[in-house]
């Protein structure tokens, strides 16, 4: 299990413990994985240092990854010859807009594809509800703040965010796949929604009364928000995420069901179960649905 410390991998170290299924954490930084509190001797390796994650990988049968993709070739080479991977990468790895996270989510999936390894890189969209996130979180304290909610294009956009919970059932099921060779799959909420239904159910959910949206151009928005690091209060807003604000970020997720056999939380579920807000009459805020798997081996590519 490499990159365990961080949000993702810790909870799927959690999730792996309630399960009673063995595993061996591998972190770059071991204080930082003793302060997770979980009663698991992990083993240091810098990913960039391949004679240390040879050492750390040396025996695994199965290597899941938690950490950059990027780094997919690097764990690969080091990697015993019959092992087989689980690898998560990002959605922002379909974006227009060319960034560092973006190009190291290519460069680690094409090293996994043209590797010829079994195994998958999981590609999840905007993940929400992990202990620490800053992306529901953080917004919810940006509502705070502002009387309106300025958005390019007044938040027509498209987002499909997935719950950290959906996220580890993935991987969860991915690790059980009998991966005959080497895949990519998107994983994302059931459903995908503008931006501007999503931020005012991020506001519902936080207790917030939804803002009334102001339609901005984007180069406007982009041009103000280095101002956000000089008010009090307000959370940093991101350059490049106000400009992927203006692309749609809408997945297909029928291979998901199919292959892994997890439907996704709603969002309206997904954000009670992060903010303590009640669920619906008869949902189980512990539970998603599920299909039954149907194996086939293609290697799916994501609807915009």
Request: hydrophobic residues 45%.
């Amino acid at each position: 299990m490499v990159g365990a410390s961080g949000r993702t991998g810790a909870a799927l170290c959690r999730a792996l413990l309630a399960s009673g299924r063995p595993f061996r954490p591998v972190v770059r930084d071991l204080a930082r994985w003793r302060a997770q509190g979980l009663p698991v001797a992990a083993r240091p390796a810098d990913l960039t240092d391949h004679a240390a994650l040879v050492r750390a990988l040396e025996g695994a049968s199965t290597i899941v990854c938690c950490a950059h993709a990027r780094h997919a070739r690097a764990l690969i080479a080091a990697a015993p010859p019959s092992a087989r991977f689980v690898l998560l990468g990002s959605t922002r790895r379909f974006s227009r807009w060319p960034d560092e996270h973006g190009d190291g989510v290519r460069f680690g999936e094409e090293s996994l594809l043209a590797s010829g390894r079994r195994g998958v890189m999981l590609h999840p969209s905007m993940i929400y509800g992990a202990q620490g996130e800053d992306n529901v979180q953080r917004l919810a304290a940006l509502l705070k703040r502002l009387p309106v909610a300025p958005l390019p294009d007044g938040g027509r956009a498209l987002v499909q965010p997935i719950h950290q919970d959906d996220l580890t059932r993935c991987i969860l099921a991915a690790i059980d796949q009998d991966w005959s060779g080497p895949e990519a799959l998107v994983v994302a909420g059931p459903e995908a929604v503008p931006y501007r239904h999503f931020l005012a159910a991020v506001a519902r959910a936080s207790g917030l009364r939804p803002p009334p949206i102001l339609s901005v151009p984007g180069v406007l928005l982009r041009w103000m928000a280095p101002l956000s690091r000089l008010l009090p209060g307000l959370p940093l807003i991101r350059e490049a995420e106000l400009r992927r604000l203006s692309e749609d970020k809408a997945f297909d997720v029928r291979p998901m069901r199919e292959r892994l056999g997890v439907v996704g939380a709603t969002l309206e579920d997904g954000l009670a179960r992060s903010f303590g807000a009640p669920l619906a009459p008869g949902r189980d805020p512990t539970q998603t649905d599920a299909v039954q798997a149907e194996p086939h081996h293609a290697h799916h590519q994501p609807h915009r």
